[in-house]
């Protein structure tokens, strides 16, 4: 399958932007398949990831670290948020899709870096989404398409970073968002 790494971060970011709206206001603190993250903290984490992986195109550096989210943001989160989305698909357009461009993960093409940051942003989705019972499953579509570049990082930061969470294993039959979210380290039917 062929992706295009920027459709694919508009989707995800599109995906991003969809969940973080259906937050009720009294959610925010809620657990998250995150580990020790609130939905808040996951929002938060996901911003700054997103803003890290181009740090070096926009020599701007996220605020704390993503691995550290705070709490609680100054603002509107959907606002903030939506910002920093479209400053960082801004960033990542502004660079040829096979153009070398480096990354807190070593130097990729701006296409596959772009890819890099929709996988973040689609997972994180439905972190929230889960996590704030709304129904915005992750595609089969999508997942089929972030399974290259999931392949081609995930275990790289698992290793580098020692912050990313072990994969699971599923039954097999697993469908191909449930294998991803695995992969990923989320357990695809995780209920509050």
């Known amino acids: 399958m062929t992706v295009d790494g920027f459709k694919l971060l508009a989707d995800a970011h599109g995906y991003l932007l969809t969940a973080v709206r259906g ?96 996988l973040d942003a689609g997972i994180h989705a439905w972190d929230i989404a889960r996590a704030t019972g709304q129904d915005l499953p992750l595609t089969e579509e999508m997942a089929e398409a972030l399974e290259d570049i999931a392949a081609r990082i995930v275990d790289f930061v698992r290793d580098s970073f020692g912050k990313y969470a072990p994969p699971l294993v599923l039954a097999e039959g697993a469908g191909r968002a449930e294998q991803l979210l695995a992969f990923t380290g989320r357990d695809p039917r995780w209920s509050r």
């Not at 603190?29 to 609130?38: I, Q």
């Not at 100054?74 to 989305?85: F, I, K, M, Q, T």
């Not at 807190?104 to 890819?115: F, L, S």
Request: net charge negative; aromatic share 4%.
């Open 23 to 118: 937050v009720p206001a009294e959610a925010w603190g809620d657990p998250t398949p995150c580990t020790e993250w609130t939905v808040r903290q996951v929002l938060n984490h996901a911003r700054l990831d997103q803003q890290a992986l181009v740090m070096q195109i926009t020599g701007v550096a996220p605020a704390s670290d993503p691995f550290e989210p705070e709490d609680a943001t100054a603002g509107d989160p959907v606002a903030e948020l939506a910002a920093v989305l479209a400053a960082t698909a801004a960033a990542w357009e502004s660079r040829r899709d096979d153009e070398s461009v480096p990354t807190p993960m070593g130097p990729m093409p701006a296409g596959v870096g772009a890819a890099a940051a929709a």
